[in-house]
C-alpha cells in the first residue's frame, strides 16, 4: 500500500553521526521534526538548528518551500539561518585575515539563499560589506568574496539599490577604471555597476559620470570580462535620455566599439556563449532603435531644408554633377523627373513621406544610395524610366516601403526581448549596416520587379516576395553584408516560387479521395513515429536556464525521461553541461504517474508572476509547467521554440495525449508527403504483363512500408 500523500521519505545528515532516515509527515510543524531529528543525536536548543538541502544550491527548508521535498532526498541538519548570518558577521569583522576569508567565503556561497539573505539583510550585513569596501583594506580573493556576497543579497530585491553610497559607487567604479585588477574583482564590479544603472535612475547618472564608454570598450580584448563590459554599455545605453543616446552612439562610433566586438568578440577564438550572443542581440537593437526618431518624424511639406533632400535626389538622377545649368533649364521638368523618379506625388513629393512609419527615415535611405552608391542609384533610376510605363519599378514608393518593411523585420522601436538572442553578425562589419543593408535590399527588388514582369497592379505581391527573400536571407545568418548578397543571389522569384511550392505541397497536393484515404491510412504510422522521436529526445534530456534578475550570472538546470519512460528526473547545474547528463548527477525526480497535466504559456505559475511587458512576450511563448500530486508544479522556460515543441509533445505523448504543436504538424505533413510520394512512385515503377491476370473478387490491397531511421 502506497503510503499518504503528505509523508515524504528523506535522510537527514549531521557531520560525525549516521544519517537519520525518517519519515515527514508534512502536516507537522517544522520545529517539531527539527525537534525530534536533535533528539535524534542528543542535541539540545533545537530552535538553533534547520534543515538543508544536502546536494545542488543547499538551500534552507522552509514552511513555503517544504513541499519541494521529494521521496528519497538527502537533507542536512544545519544551525539556522539566524544564528548562521551571526556568526558569519562577527567572523568577517573578525581581525585574523584568515577567519576573516573563510567567514567571507562562506558568506558568497549562502547569500543566493534567500531565507539566509533576509536574516542577514536584517542585522545590516549589507551596510558592514559596503564599508569593508569602502575601506579599501580588503584585495584579492577576500574582496571578490565580498563583492560576490554583496551581489548576491542585493539581487533578491530585499534592499533598495537607491540606499548605495556615492563613496561605494566611486570605490566600485575605480576598480573597473584601474589598469591591473584581478578578473574575478573586475566581473563582480562590473555586475554591480551593470545592476545599479538597471535598478535606479537616481543611480544611472552617478555610474555615468563615473565610468567612460571609453575604459568599458578597453576591456573587451580580455575575453574573460567580454561579456560583463558589454552588458554595462548595454545597460547605459539603455537607461541614457533620449537626448543622450544619440551623443553616446557618436562616442561608441568614435572608440571603433564595433570593429572591436567584430575582431575581438565576433571573429574571435572561443564560441559565442548564450549570454554573450544575448548582450549582442541588445547592443543591436538599442542601435537600431536609434533610427526610431527618424522613423517617426513626418516631412513638412513646407520646410525648404527639407525639399532640398529631394531636389538634390532628383539632380543627381538627372543633372549630373557638372551641370550649373541644368537646375534652371529642368525647372519645368520637375513634376516628369518625379514621376520618373517613382514618387507617388508628381507635383509635391514632400507628400510621400509624411506616413509614419517609415516617415523620414525613407528618405535618409535614399539620399544615401544617391550619394554612396550614385552609379547605382542612377543605374535604377534610368533604367525603369527606360521601361514601359506599366512595367517601370517605381523606385520612389518602392525605396519606401521598403524602408517600412526592413523596419518591421529587424523590430525598429521594439524593447529587447528577455533572452532573445538573435543577433546578426553582418550588422557588425559596417560602420552604416543599416544604410548598406538599405541599398542590398533596393537592388534586390529592382532585380526582383524585373524577374517577376512586375506592373504597378503587382506592386504589393511584389513586397511580399522580397520581403520573404530577406527573411529567408537573415535566418541563414549571413556573416557579412557580401555574403547577405549571395544568399538573395540563391533566393531569386523562380526560388521563392519553387520553395513556397515545396512547402504547400502538403496542403494543396493528393486531394483525390483515393489519395485522401491512404493518407489517413498512413498518419497513425507516422504520428507513432513522431512521438517515439519525441520520447527519445526527452530521454537524452535538456539543459534549462534560470531566468533571474540578473542575467550575466547563468544559473542551469537539466531534465531528462528515464529510459523505461517512467520517472523524470532533474537537477541544477553549475554550467552549461557539454554532452549527455547522467541520471546519477540528478538529484530530483517526478514520477510520470504523478503528473496531472502540461501547461503552457500565460496559463503556468512562473508566468503569472511575471508582468506583461514586451520584453517577457518571448519568454511567456517559451514557458511551460508540468503539474503533478499533490498540486506542485516544474516550471520551464525553454532555450528556443524547438526545444519547446520538442517538450510540450514529448510531454503530452507520455500521458498519452494529442502532440499539437506546430512542429509536430510541419513533421507530421513532411513525413506523410515523403511516404505517399514513395508510395506512389512504387506504383508507377510496377510493370503491367501483357496478359493481366483475372481480376479478384475483391480489391486486393497492396502493403507498403518504409523504413525511417
Known sequence: MPPPADIVKVAIEWPGANAQLIEMDQKRPLTSIIREVCDGWSLSGSEQFALRYADGSQLYITEQSRNEIKNGTILRLAISPGRAARQLLERIQSHGIDTRLEALKELAKLSADPTFATEFINMEGIGTLARLVDSGTHFGEMLAFTLTAFLELMDHGIVSWDLISLSFIKQIAGYVNQPMVDVSILQRSLAILESMVLNSHSLYHRVAQEITVGQLIGHLSNQEIQTYAIALINALFLKAPEDRRQEMASTLAQKHLRSIILNHVIRGNRPIKAEMAHQLYVLQVLTFNLLEERMMTKMDPNDQTQRDVIFELRRIAFDGENDPTGTEKRKGLYAKDYKMLGFTNHVNPALDFTQTPPGMLALDNMLYLAKVHQDTYIRIVLENSSREDKHECPFGRCAIDLTRILCEILQVGELPNEGCNDYHPMFFTHDRAWEEFFCVCIQLLNKTWKEMRATSEDFNKVMQVVREQITRALAMKPSSLEQLKNKLRGLSYSEILRLRQSERMSQDDFQSPPIIE????????????????????????????????????????????????????????????????????????????????????????????????????????????????????????????????????????????????????????????????????????????????????????????????
Request: proline content about 7%.
Open 518 to 709: 491512404l493518407r489517413e491510412r498512413i498518419q497513425p504510422e507516422i504520428l507513432e513515429l513522431i512521438k517515439q522521436q519525441r520520447l527519445n529526445r526527452l530521454c537524452e534530456g535538456s539543459c534549462f536556464r534560470k531566468v533571474g534578475n540578473r542575467r550575466r550570472q547563468e544559473k542551469f538546470w537539466f531534465c531528462r525521461l528515464s529510459l523505461n519512460h517512467k520517472v523524470l528526473h532533474y537537477g541544477d547545474l553549475d554550467e552549461s553541461p557539454q554532452g549527455e547528463v547522467p541520471f546519477e548527477m540528478l538529484s530530483d525526480k517526478i514520477p510520470v504517474s504523478d503528473i496531472k497535466s502540461v501547461l503552457t504559456g500565460k496559463d503556468c505559475p512562473h508566468m503569472k508572476e511575471k508582468s506583461a511587458l514586451k520584453q517577457n512576450k518571448e519568454v511567456l511563448e517559451l514557458a511551460f509547467s508540468v503539474l503533478y500530486d499533490p498540486d506542485e508544479t516544474l516550471n520551464f522556460v525553454a532555450p528556443n521554440k524547438y526545444e519547446y515543441c520538442i517538450w510540450t509533445d514529448g510531454l503530452c505523448a507520455l500521458l498519452g495525449r494529442e502532440m499539437s504543436s506546430d512542429l509536430t504538424r510541419s513533421d507530421l505533413d513532411t513525413l506523410i508527403s515523403m511516404e505517399m510520394k514513395l508510395r506512389l512512385l512504387d506504383l508507377e515503377n510496377i510493370t503491367i504483363p501483357e496478359a493481366p491476370p483475372p481480376v479478384p473478387k475483391e480489391p486486393s490491397s497492396y502493403n507498403f512500408t518504409y523504413n525511417y531511421s
